[in-house]
């Protein structure tokens, strides 16, 4: 499988993807009394980007958990899938905590998110796509092929009756299965967010999660220790479901770590700007949640990134997709099974 000489031609793009989470993401680590305060903001976060979205013209994937889908709890449970998943650590499936879950958004704003979806909805450029349904565990113990397949199907079929036709997919904490790739692709998902080419980054469950690797990460946010991990079109045309892999987490503005912050942006300029010149892809991520506190200075450094990419796009016809786009753009150039 290859791209077509014509695909050199392609130039770079910046691809962002969100993942859309509120309390299904983090229950299982934080307690509302904890992070609670993440989570309320995000309902001033999102209308804020998506501002900022429209004012430089960034297409954004929306990777949302479907749980968040509903306007009311009956809606909810009407819609759960019929095989669920059984971890062996039971403290992560939501199902088993439904009866924590409020009646609608006025009351519990930290479950549903229909409002918030539908001003994603009315920006242009913007792409709903899946977070899974309940926010799936694709590597932990007790996760099978059968329930992540339900899980995605209800997920797409809730979509669907919406009129959101959601085509891109982020796994929940990363953890990229390749078992379940032929189900996505059954499922009508033609695109997902693989992890970065790195053993700092190599997916695991969270009990195999080593303190070593967590530190690694977090220096190499700001010193280039693993690489621009940008992407090539070539590379991301040899499979389907294509694989548009992450470039770099946006990690939140910290007061803490502020003296370092001119070496995190420094970090993702460089790497936007290896892939415009080079004609390839750097995918930005982060969640909406990280930017629920301090989020003056949180859009600050967005805004830094939209400058840039403005320069880049002016000097080198540097793009910005989405997941779906990039797709789209593979799909034409390519002789995959999806051309």
Sequence with gaps: MSISPSAAAIPGALVISLDFEINWGVRDQQTLAQYGANLLGVRQAIPAMLALFAEFGLHVTWATVGLLFFETKAEMLAHLPAVRPEYADPNLSPYLVLDQVGEDEAHDPYHFGRSLINQIRATPGQEMASHTFCHYYCLERGQTVESFRHDIET???VGAEQGMALRSLVFPRNQYNAQYLET???AGISSYRGNEQS?????RSEEQQALYKRGARLLDAYVNLSGQHTARWADMARSFPY???????????????????GLRLRRILAGMEHAAKHGEVFHLWWHPHNFGV???????????????????Q?????????MG???????SYSNSPAA
Excluded: T
């Design 199 to 203: 053993w700092i980054y190599k997916e």
């Design 314 to 322: 002016a000097r080198y016809g540097f793009e910005s997709l989405s």
């Design 294 to 312: 301090n989020l003056a200075e949180n859009m600050a450094v967005l805004r830094r990134i939209a400058q840039h990419f403005r320069r880049l």
């Design 325 to 331: 786009e990039v797709a789209d753009r593979l799909s």
């Design 155 to 157: 997920a797409v079929r």
């Design 243 to 261: 694989n548009v892999p992450a470039s770099r987490f946006l990690r939140p503005w910290s007061g803490r770590l502020k003296a370092l912050e």
């Design 184 to 186: 996505c692709r059954a």
